[in-house]
Every structure is written in structure tokens, then in C-alpha cells.
């Protein structure tokens, strides 16, 4: 790869991350939340009887102080309740509240907004593309990270 195509991959998709982050957080901040803590609601928002801890960490991919952290930070928000899990006293299942099913709904109306404006002007197979390459990105950085972490 010629140095002005490295240069010009490497500023695309740092400021197009940046961008996007930015824009997330400002989407989401009107819902008083953080990025990260929409997709934490979300996977709740998946399974009405709630989840463990140790369940959420395993479906984001993260370690359960991440997710106990994540929570500590929304537990005031009326997000979400702890309730016992029966047979198991050491357990807990974190279950959304009425606020936080509703938040789900308005948090996939916030990344519909975000898929929106970012694709905005592309045709369907373009986006399709869009999405296609990006997970190629991905895997290619997961396998960088991989080799040096």
C-alpha cells in the first residue's frame, strides 16, 4: 500500500470513528445515557425475566466487573430492579423496569437515527457493502489485537 493510501485510510477511519462516537453520545445523552449503556439496556431489554450478571458480561463479550460497574452507574436512573433468583440465593437477575423497556424502544430509535444519518444518501446494496467492509475491518483488527494482546 502507497503511503498517501495508508495516510488516507488511517485519517478516514479515525475521524469517521470519532465522528460517530460523538454522535452517539450526544443521541444518547438525551436519553441521560452513555455509549455502551444503550447496548447493556438492550441485551436486559432481550429477555423479560431479566439476566445475571455473569449472563449480560457473557452476551457483550466483557468481563462481569465491566458489567457491574455499567450497572452501578444506571442503577439510579430507575433502569432496571435486582430481583432474587429463586433456588439460588447468591444470585441476582437484573429485569428492566417500565422505564427501561421503554428505553429499549427509544434506544433503537436512537441508532436507527444513527444508521440513518450515516448512510444517508447510500442505496441499499451500498449500505450493504458499507456493513460488509466494516466487518471485514473489524475481523482484520481483531486479528491485530489479537497478536499483540
Do not use: C
Request: aromatic letters at 4%; glycine letters at 8%.
Amino acid at each position: 500500500m502507497e503511503l498517501s493510501d495508508v495516510l488516507a485510510t488511517n485519517k478516514a477511519l479515525v475521524k469517521v470513528a470519532k465522528l460517530y462516537r460523538n454522535a452517539q453520545a450526544d443521541v444518547l445523552a438525551e436519553l441521560a445515557l452513555h455509549p455502551g449503556q444503550d447496548v447493556l439496556l438492550w441485551v436486559l431489554g432481550q429477555e423479560p425475566d431479566g439476566l445475571t450478571v455473569s449472563e449480560v458480561a457473557a452476551r457483550l463479550g466483557v468481563e462481569q466487573p465491566t458489567v457491574t460497574r455499567s450497572l452501578s452507574r444506571l442503577e439510579h436512573g430507575g433502569w432496571f430492579v435486582r430481583e432474587s433468583v429463586p433456588g439460588d440465593r447468591r444470585l441476582t437477575r437484573i429485569v428492566l423496569t417500565g422505564k427501561g423497556r421503554t428505553g429499549v424502544s427509544q434506544i433503537e430509535t436512537a441508532w436507527r437515527t444513527l444508521a440513518e444519518t450515516a448512510t444517508a444518501g447510500m442505496a441499499n446494496d451500498q449500505r450493504a457493502t458499507l456493513v460488509e467492509l466494516l466487518e471485514k475491518v473489524r475481523g482484520n483488527l481483531l486479528t491485530l489485537a489479537t497478536e499483540t494482546g
